[in-house]
């Protein structure tokens, strides 16, 4: 049984930085890509950020610049630092972790909201 546990969502004033962690969980977990998807109110959900195994990163270009993904493979963690937040940001955010195994397996965590007030 794998859990993925997102963290560090909150209310942020424009202009403000939160930083967000995913903890990704189980028996004998070998992991790929890990990342981090959006969904804004009424929308569909985005991609925000990813990055590989070996240390690869790939963006969204309305986070470029102001968005840093990390992640500590010993743990299983990613992290995002978001900084300058824009209403438009606001959205809840999902953790993304595909497995190394073949097929791969796709795991979600249940999303942390993150609220950027004007």
């Known amino acids: 049984q794998v859990r993925v546990v997102e963290s560090g969502g909150g209310l942020v004033q424009a202009g403000g930085s939160l930083r967000l962690s995913c903890v990704a969980s189980g028996s004998s977990l070998s992991l790929d890509a890990m990342g981090w998807y959006r969904q804004p109110p009424g929308k569909q959900r985005e991609l925000v950020a990813t990055?590989?195994?070996?240390?690869?990163?790939n963006y969204a270009d309305s986070v470029k610049g102001r968005f840093t993904i990390s992640r500590d493979n010993a743990k299983n963690t990613v992290y995002l630092q978001m900084n300058s937040l824009r209403p438009a940001d606001t959205a809840v955010y999902y953790c993304?972790?595909?497995?190394?195994?073949?097929?791969?397996?796709?795991?979600w965590g249940p999303g942390t909201q993150v609220t950027v007030s004007s």
């Open positions: 993304h972790a595909v497995s190394i195994s073949s097929p791969p397996y796709h795991y």
């Open positions: 990055t590989s195994s070996g240390g690869s990163t």
